[in-house]
């Protein structure tokens, strides 16, 4: 009876959450204490009202429990805390654990286990990372590598429906955590590193019934632009620009993923997300702006169409993605107030839009880069630096590499401070000759690229960031990238976890070290914070080194190989000599 | 003659005694990584050229043969022979870096193929009539093979279609969806590795013309490769004894490629030695 009463209590506030109060900001959004999504609301903001744990109180932060997946590869889903049971989805094979945070020590309640098959041995394509599940109406929707999207009960582990969207066999995967807009569940594939053809799709939460697909490339009817498309710069207005910007019908084959976030508005009704890079990496063999890679969309959740697009980085040369998360905020910036989305992009310039129009506001740099000249704030478009440009070429010295001023880990934002707390890389590349490999017993060639720290030697940064200033606040240095999600809260304290396995909470007003934690392996996961069925405040993480930047501990990798894990291996190989692998999630809660 | 024997014996012992499995009956085992699904090299019922070629050095080595079926996606060799799955790989380029290669026993080209009821007979990627043509070209993931690079720089990256070696997996032998595009006239010619051209251009149902191309390479990227054997780096003892089969079963070897119709790029193809001791010597 009180399970079935606090499920309704939660019903309704997820009715009432989906919409906005007059004159409530985008990033005052309603908090009962669970943590129902990996970014925690539809803004993305990553914020929690508790205050139990703050900056008085944090040291004294003590682990209450802990448990094991038992798998050692990358971990970087958030667990998700829905009506006393906490939910934690782990890298392939995907298990899902149901823990009860009623009983003591929060035994499993059920698992469920998919079973995704690498249908051959040496099949699968790709890192075996998983970003995480979507809690909504009753059920635990997640994908899993190969290509499935699921829908559990969260009550009973039951299995209510399970849609095949692709073919692992063909080089796409799945890793990104869903999101549920309207009772549309949308995900987006994962591969861009092997030629595959991104695309996002909308499944009806009540059946699993796919109910349409955009493709980032393609003439407008795959890209499901319509009549209603209207992006805000003139020169992305012409028809069919996702097929008439690559030569020939390279669009097919040409990437643009969708691996990461998507943020909702639900008063302006409009879904945002980013597209990954486009291929192959030689981009004289693309000539063009290789649209819609590397860019943003905002989509009518109910039918995929777009209302506008913006492309951060047209013929991308670096492997600059477009996925990471946008943070949906009300700003008064220049004095007027403004719906505007923060996307902290690859190329490490943090783009402060207008996301009913697509208008690029600012994009300042948040890491160290020397690719880009600026954006021209009247035709949007970035002024790349051709002395930076990749090809058949060595070229030194290009910053930030690949992974860009920050990759996948997301950003929190704190009303409260007005500040985003962004977890990012500080690394740049060295663009090499070529190396024979081969495939399939087919032989050639691939560029070889070589990773290091950016200038002051350190490899990562996690930042405060002015988003109407648009300038970084302060600075903390990190050995390795960044590359845990942040979470901010109500007691102004921020969490994130290190690469070396430091769990750490620092103040969120001055970047104060108040409190850290060493886990057993490298922390690369969404910390996530909630309030038990206790009353208590609790603080969650999962540790377990790899994805990207870890392979060279999770995926047992040659450190004397620099070129490893697309040339990451070269700035990480000392990671082994500070981190094990092992996934584990750790609790910590206030004595 | 006796002098060889004799030598080929010690180094195949050196390699018996040393790292490598002895199964419950005691008898050697020399395990190999090979795709499950890829013709010409290899597949499960060992109608590849590699799997031929395995069995006879697990013969002349005395050896049983085991097959880890693996397939050659990325990271294959770190996967499979680098993980310690397997003992040796079979076919794969001697400047592979992170393994331990013997000397090549082909050298082959990517060629240019197409129907011979068009008269094309081009060989040259600076051919101009390639300017109105589709061109196919496998996809090694998000990579064009090398001659797109080539291609790209002449300004043709729109007459090029990608075809993944990929494929689906589920298909028998993906990559040779391009020669089949070919024959269908998909596209109107294809530049592909040789072995794969020579080997379904045979099977396939219309004439298929081949050209090794030329130039042999642009840039850094050379078109010709050669291919040896590889085991796992300090792993000399199977090496040498892999190297004096190799050199031995030359001949044979090279009827193999005949068989198999691999184009072989003449520019330095490696001879049998005329003399087993030179083969011996030759090391």
Redesign the interface.
């Known amino acids: 009876m009180k399970m079935k009463l606090s499920l309704y209590c939660w019903l309704l506030f997820a009715l009432s959450a989906a919409a906005q109060a007059p004159g409530q900001k985008m990033q005052d959004q309603p908090d009962d204490g669970q943590w129902i999504m990996p970014a925690k609301n539809y803004a993305s903001t990553r914020f929690s009202t508790l205050t139990d744990i703050n900056t008085g109180t944090v040291k004294n932060l003590k682990l209450a429990w802990t448990f094991s997946t038992g798998l050692t590869r990358g971990h970087e889903a958030a667990p998700l805390v829905v009506n006393s049971t906490m939910y934690i989805v782990t890298p392939w094979p995907n298990i899902l654990y149901a823990l009860d945070l009623t009983k003591p020590g929060a035994p499993v309640k059920w698992s469920y286990k998919p079973k995704p098959s690498p249908?051959?041995?040496?099949?699968a394509?790709c890192d075996v990372v998983n970003r995480g599940a979507a809690y909504f109406s009753g059920r635990i929707y997640y994908n899993t590598l190969d290509l499935h999207t699921v829908a559990i009960d969260a009550a009973t582990g039951k299995e209510a429906w399970n849609t095949t969207l692709g073919?692992i066999?063909?080089?796409e995967s799945m890793t990104m955590a869903p999101i549920v807009a309207k009772g549309v569940v949308i995900v987006g594939n994962s591969g861009?590193?092997?030629?595959v053809r991104g695309w996002l799709a909308g499944l009806d939460a009540k059946d699993g019934k796919i109910l349409w697909r955009a493709y980032a490339a393609g003439p407008d009817k795959d890209v499901l632009i319509g009549p209603n498309f209207h992006p805000f710069y003139a020169a992305d207005r012409a028809p069919d620009l996702g097929a008439k910007t690559w030569?020939?019908?390279?669009w097919?084959?040409g990437?643009g993923t969708c691996w990461s976030w998507i943020s909702y508005d639900p008063d302006l009704d409009l879904i945002y997300y980013g597209t990954a890079n486009p291929?192959?990496?030689?981009a004289?063999?693309?000539?063009g702006d290789n649209k819609w890679t590397s860019a943003i969309f905002a989509r009518r959740p109910e039918n995929g169409e777009a209302v506008w697009a913006y492309q951060f980085n047209p013929h991308d040369d670096h492997d600059y993605d477009g996925v990471n998360e946008n943070i949906l905020l009300d700003l008064t910036i220049n004095g007027r107030p403004r719906k505007v989305l923060v996307h902290p992009d690859r190329n490490a310039r943090m783009y402060v839009m207008d996301r009913a129009t697509g208008e690029v506001i600012s994009a300042e740099t948040y890491a160290f880069q020397n690719t880009s000249e600026g954006v021209d704030l009247k035709t949007g478009r970035i002024k790349p630096n051709p002395a930076k440009a990749t090809g058949?070429k060595t070229v030194k010295d290009i910053c930030p590499a690949p992974p860009g001023g920050k990759d996948w880990q997301p950003s929190a934002f704190s009303p409260r401070t007005g500040w985003l707390y962004v977890p990012h890389n500080n690394l740049c590349y060295e663009a090499q000759?070529?190396?024979?490999?081969?495939?399939?017993?087919?032989?050639?060639?691939?560029q070889n690229v070589r990773m290091y720290a950016g200038p002051g030697g350190h490899r990562g940064e996690f930042s405060a960031w002015d988003p109407v200033a648009a300038k970084t606040v302060w600075t903390v240095k990190e050995i390795f990238p960044a590359w845990s999600g942040a979470v901010a809260t109500a007691g102004d304290v921020v969490f994130y976890g290190t690469m070396d396995g430091w769990f750490r909470a620092l103040d969120a007003k001055t970047g104060t070290k108040l409190w850290e934690f060493k886990a057993g392996s490298g922390i690369i996961a969404q910390p996530i914070t909630y309030k038990g069925p206790d009353g208590k405040q609790y603080v969650a993480v999962l540790s377990g080194v790899g994805g990207w930047a870890g392979a060279v501990v999770a995926g047992?990798?040659?450190a004397a190989?620099g070129t490893?894990a697309l040339g990451f291996l070269n700035a990480m190989a000392d990671l082994p000599n500070y981190t094990t692998k092992g996934g584990m999630l750790y609790v910590f809660a206030l004595p | 003659m006796f002098s060889l024997s004799h030598s080929f014996r010690c180094r195949a012992l050196i390699w018996l005694g040393t790292a490598f499995c002895i199964t419950a009956a005691g008898q050697r085992t020399l395990r190999i990584c090979a795709?499950?699904?890829?013709l010409?090299?290899s597949n499960q019922t060992g109608q590849g050229l590699e799997n031929r070629l395995a069995q006879l050095i697990a013969h002349d080595l005395s050896a049983d043969l085991k097959y880890v079926?693996?397939?050659?996606?990325?990271n294959?060799l770190?996967?499979?022979l680098?993980?310690n799955l397997c003992d040796a790989v079979l076919?794969?380029?001697v400047?592979?870096?992170?393994v331990l290669l013997t000397r090549p026993y082909y050298r082959s080209t990517y060629v240019v193929l197409s129907r011979a009821d068009r008269g094309l007979k081009i060989e040259s990627l600076y051919d101009p009539r390639l300017q109105g043509l589709r061109i196919g070209l496998?996809?090694?993931?998000?990579?064009?093979?090398?001659p797109?690079?080539l291609l790209?720089?002449r300004?043709l990256?729109?007459?090029?279609?990608?075809y993944?070696?990929?494929?689906?997996?589920?298909e028998t032998n993906?990559?040779a969806r391009l020669i089949d595009a070919v024959a269908k006239n998909e596209v109107d010619v294809a530049i592909v590795?040789g072995?794969?051209a020579g080997y379904f251009a045979k099977k396939a149902a219309v004439h298929l013309a081949i050209q090794p191309v030329s130039p042999i390479r642009f840039?850094?990227?050379?078109f010709t490769?050669s291919?040896g054997i590889a085991v796992r780096k300090g792993d000399i003892d199977l090496q040498s004894a892999i190297q004096l089969v190799l050199d031995k079963e030359c001949q044979r070897i090279g009827a193999l490629l005949k068989e198999y119709a691999f184009p072989s790029a003449e520019e330095d193809a490696p001879p049998c030695a005329t003399s087993p001791s030179a083969a011996v010597f030759s090391r």
């Open positions: 249908s051959s041995q040496g099949v394509c073919d066999n063909k080089g861009g590193e092997f030629g030569p020939g019908d390279a097919k084959i990437g291929g192959p990496w030689n004289d063999q693309r000539p058949l000759s070529v190396e024979a490999n081969y495939i399939a017993g087919t032989p050639y060639v691939g047992m990798l040659n190989d490893g | 795709d499950p699904n890829n010409p090299f079926w693996f397939s050659e996606r990325k294959f770190k996967n499979s680098n993980a076919g794969v380029p400047d592979m870096e992170n496998h996809m090694v993931g998000n990579d064009y093979v090398p797109g690079h790209a720089a300004g990256s729109s007459q090029i279609e990608g993944s070696l990929y494929g689906a997996y589920g993906p990559p590795w072995p794969f840039h850094m990227f050379p490769y291919i």
